[in-house]
């Protein structure tokens, strides 16, 4: 069975860092890109970053852009966000995601189950 | 950046045909895929390719895409189907990832 477990999320103040880990198994996981999503509390999902399947090459929303790192151990299969400079706008819900069949016209499946992370004082 | 415009929400009768749209320039030249996200669930994948439906999701779903608007069509209504549905494609322009904004199906 595919599937993707995130971890990390939690309570950090603004301006702080938290790193986020999204453990894949039951797939290849070195042979797909991979996404990380964002929801806010009662909002809509909002894409935020995407690596390829060897690490080589990344994508940000401008939101993020300069702020988070997305990055990739194949050998452990595992997905990061390192997530520096905190704003209490970046409080949601991350998940993670695949993309089926690696390239940029694709869909997300599956996705993760999400870990919440919240940036408050 | 592109924008994806949803209506915030849908009502529609159980066994009745529900339609939700997802409009954007020429969104028609576009991959549009489509998400249900039920209240404190992960997002599933229901249509994928503008009207290509993963295994496992009925039939009932599914979705076409021309000009302007792409549709995502639930035939025969059941209770379970009330959730949020989301639309995204992939824009060249802004190398990024849109959603909708969601739209709220709700079955009377």
């Known amino acids: 069975e595919v599937q993707l477990v995130e971890s990390g999320g939690g309570l950090v103040q603004p301006g702080g860092s938290l790193r986020l880990s999204c453990a894949a198994s039951?797939?290849?996981?070195?042979?797909?890109?991979m996404h990380w999503v964002r929801q806010a509390p009662g909002k809509g999902l909002v894409w935020v970053s995407r690596?390829?399947?060897?690490?080589?090459?990344?994508s940000y929303a401008d939101s993020v852009k300069g702020r988070f790192t997305i990055s990739r151990d194949n050998a452990k299969n595992t997905l990061y966000l390192q997530m520096n400079s905190l704003r209490a706008e970046d409080t949601a819900v991350y998940y993670c995601a695949r993309d089926p069949y690696s390239n940029y016209e694709n869909w997300f499946d599956p996705w993760g189950q999400g870990t919440l992370v919240t940036v408050s004082s | 950046s592109y924008v994806l415009t949803q209506p915030p929400s849908v009502s529609v009768a159980p066994g009745q045909t529900a339609r939700i749209t997802c409009g954007g320039n020429?969104?028609?030249?576009?991959?549009v895929h489509w998400y249900q996200q039920k209240p404190g669930q992960a997002p599933v994948l229901v249509v994928y390719?503008?009207?290509d439906r993963p295994s496992g999701i009925p039939e009932r779903f599914s979705g076409s895409n021309s000009g302007n608007t792409a549709t995502l069509t639930i035939s025969r209504v059941e209770a379970g189907d009330e959730a949020d549905y989301y639309c995204?494609?992939?824009?060249?322009?802004?190398?990024?990832?849109?959603f909708g904004g969601g739209t709220k199906l709700t079955v009377l």
């Open positions: 390719d503008d009207s």
């Open positions: 020429n969104i028609g030249s576009k991959s």
């Open positions: 690596i390829n399947s060897d690490g080589s090459s990344t």
């Open positions: 995204q494609v992939w824009d060249s322009s802004s190398v990024s990832w849109v």
């Open positions: 039951g797939f290849t996981f070195s042979s797909y890109w």
